[in-house]
């Protein structure tokens, strides 16, 4: 009887934290659109439109959070998504992981947003890859801010990702040298049904559930392609 009790039990557990592990992930992805739509309709201090449009891929952890006591530590989790093959709109999201750590004399706890522009082919690969470190597997810096900034300096113009935070309304380029970026295989069953890897999403062109939705519509008001006549993108 009490094996029966236990097997019941779990029959009934197993679905109840599926449904709110994909809770928690759609409500992760609305936070997303949230935090990215806030960002880019604050005036001149928004990610400089001409980075967004010509990024190929683009990362949004909502909540990221920091703490420290001696030790330092960061955890958040969030989204990447990438052109899609016309390069005229943008993929299905896959779910990411972002964690780092420090040591020193350090106390305190904070709570920020932060975005990630990848900006070339080999930034994409990196951040197909199950998990990388920026800074090591793949160049990072903090980018610059304002929608008329210029962004032509050394560090733009080489770097595979660039990199931004908000933290109490302040938006700014923040580093992240040092920080690991993992795909999610959780998150994706919970978004997907199934544990896909965030490279089949991307080039599988897997279509997007339809919580990413909004998340969708604001990357493609404020970072869509057009193509021109002769096929180029703009």
């Known amino acids: 009887m009490r094996l029966r009790i236990a097997v019941l039990t779990l029959f009934v557990l197993l679905p109840l934290k599926s449904l709110l592990a994909g809770s928690e992930t759609t409500d992760r992805l609305r936070d997303a659109a949230t935090v990215l739509r806030e960002v880019m309709q604050t005036p001149d201090k928004a990610i400089p439109q001409e980075l967004f449009e010509s990024a190929q891929c683009a990362v949004i952890v909502p909540g990221y959070k920091k703490g420290a006591f001696m030790f330092g530590g960061s955890y958040g989790k969030g989204f990447m998504v990438c052109r899609d093959r016309k390069g005229t709109g943008w993929s299905a999201p896959g779910a990411v992981r972002l964690e780092g750590g420090s040591f020193g004399l350090q106390f305190g706890f904070n709570d920020t947003d932060v975005v990630m522009l990848v900006m070339n082919k080999s930034g994409e690969d990196h951040l197909l890859s199950s998990q990388f470190t920026l800074g090591a597997d793949a160049s990072v810096a903090a980018g610059p801010v304002g929608r008329m900034a210029k962004a032509d300096t050394d560090a733009t113009m080489h770097a595979e990702v660039l990199s931004w935070s908000r933290s109490h309304g ?29 490279r089949e999403i991307i080039e599988k062109g897997m279509p997007a559930p339809a919580a990413a939705k909004e998340l969708l519509e604001v990357l493609q008001r404020y970072a869509g392609r057009r193509a021109t006549d002769d096929g180029q993108k703009r």
């Not at 992240?176 to 994706?188: F, I, M, V, Y």
């Open 170 to 198: 302040v938006f700014a380029g923040v580093s992240l040298d040092g920080s690991t970026l993992r795909q999610d295989l959780d998150d994706n069953h919970a978004l997907y049904g199934q544990k896909v890897t965030n």
